[in-house]
């Protein structure tokens, strides 16, 4: 990887954008020493400019950023930055330094799952998913198998809301069957990218 540092009296400019995500959760400025101590440690660290001094995104709060890949622009003057963010990036408190919630590819799916996670912990009883996980996995993967067929039959026929209906009790049943296996969505579609760009 070449960069030049010449453009910009020795920094250049560095976009974090979340690994998962892929929000652009800051902007900071990187000197040589800064690149090779993110290298080095594995967290994202810029060259404060009104510090005069490294410092390393997190070492007050603990939010670190956790380097996953660097990439450099076409000028060989930029830096895009992939990283997993331990908490919120900005000082405000908020998700990114731009106010933006960093949510999941799918945020009302990240919210189901959330929902689907706290039935399985609290189990009240009036709660379908709850009793689906008092049956245990074997009745979680029957509820996935039937609905898996339901939606091949509802595909051959022309009622898209009857499919779509059943698109959703699988994806639903899915979800549960997840989180029985405590995998997370966001681990699947991790799956997905990775075959992607192969």
Not at 67 to 72: A, E, G, P, R
Not at 75 to 85: G, S, V
Not at 150 to 158: G, L, P, S, T
Not at 168 to 191: N, R, S
Request: with cysteine.
């Amino acid at each position: 990887m070449t960069i030049d540092f010449s453009k910009g009296d020795g920094l250049v400019p560095a976009v974090v954008q979340d690994a998962t995500t892929l929000k652009v959760l800051m902007l900071g400025y990187m000197n040589k020493e800064a690149l090779a101590a993110t290298r080095d440690s594995g967290k994202v660290t810029f060259f404060s400019r009104s510090k005069k001094r490294l410092w390393t995104k997190g070492e007050t709060s603990g939010n670190f950023l956790a380097v996953k890949d660097i990439k450099v622009d076409c000028d060989n003057d930029t830096l895009l930055i992939m990283a997993n963010p331990a908490g919120p990036v900005c000082h405000t408190g908020s998700d990114t330094c731009f106010n933006e919630a960093n949510q999941g590819k799918a945020p009302f799916l990240d919210y189901l799952a959330g929902i689907i996670a706290s039935r399985r912990h609290d189990s009240p009883e009036e709660s379908y998913t709850s009793q689906l996980f008092q049956k245990g996995i074997n009745k979680i993967a029957q509820k996935v198998g039937e609905e898996a067929v339901e939606i091949v039959i509802e595909a051959k026929d022309n009622n898209d809301d009857l499919f779509k209906g059943e698109a959703a009790d699988l994806l639903f049943h899915f979800l549960v069957l997840l989180e029985a296996k405590q995998i997370t969505l966001d681990e699947v579609i991790a799956v997905l990218q990775e075959r992607h760009q192969k």
